[in-house]
């Protein structure tokens, strides 16, 4: 019987070869700020791919992605950073980049909008239900309306830095704009 963690298979094999006709025909981008100015923030979810519902390429936007697409200490930590390399490194100022918060319907992460799923998930991981409480997106219309408020009040969130607040409908693949960008 095969052991599942020394199977020597790798679940990735099949995509290394996407990969290979992928590099063959590769034109490498110079490091440099992201042509559309903007950061996108969304879910980890597998069926939610901001590349394909906003036409994104390669050198358009960096793509922020956490459980529910939650604004957390380590996103503002990373839009920080951004913004200093955009200033410190490529010299731009004034108006650095609008973060497009993105929140979907059929969330995994609504499931801890239910107190008792929420204790057995805590119990089961380790982590607290206040972690978890902050990752829960049951309606993402009230979420992205909090996290866009959490991002403009975030002290480390520069000045330049805009944001704004959508949700992606998994069922028509339509993004709906909730919170029109805002400045801090
Ligand atoms: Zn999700």
Redesign the pocket.
């Known amino acids: 019987m095969t052991d599942p963690a020394t199977a020597t298979t790798s679940r990735i094999a099949a995509f290394l070869g996407h990969n290979e006709a992928f590099a063959r025909d590769h034109t490498p981008l110079p490091l440099a700020p992201p042509t559309a100015r903007l950061i996108v923030l969304t879910?980890l979810?597998h069926r939610?791919d901001p590349a394909a519902f906003l036409g994104l390429r390669p050198g358009d936007a960096p793509v922020l992605r956490n459980a529910?697409?939650r604004v957390t200490p380590s996103v503002v930590d990373d839009l920080a950073y951004l913004a200093f390399l955009a200033r410190r490194v490529f010299g731009l100022s004034g108006p650095l980049f609008e973060v497009a918060v993105i929140h979907?319907t059929q969330?995994?992460?609504g499931f801890l909008a239910d107190d008792a799923f929420r204790r057995e998930a805590a119990a089961a991981t380790g982590l607290s239900e206040p972690t978890l409480a902050a990752t829960e997106?049951a309606d993402p219309f009230a979420t992205v309306r909090t996290d866009v408020d959490r991002l403009l009040h975030a002290p480390l969130l520069p000045r330049e830095i805009s944001a704004s607040g959508h949700v992606y409908d998994l069922a028509t693949g339509r993004v709906t704009t909730v919170v029109d960008a805002r400045h801090p």
Request: charged share 10%; proline share 0%.
């Open positions: 879910c979810d939610v529910g697409g979907h969330c995994g992460t997106v």
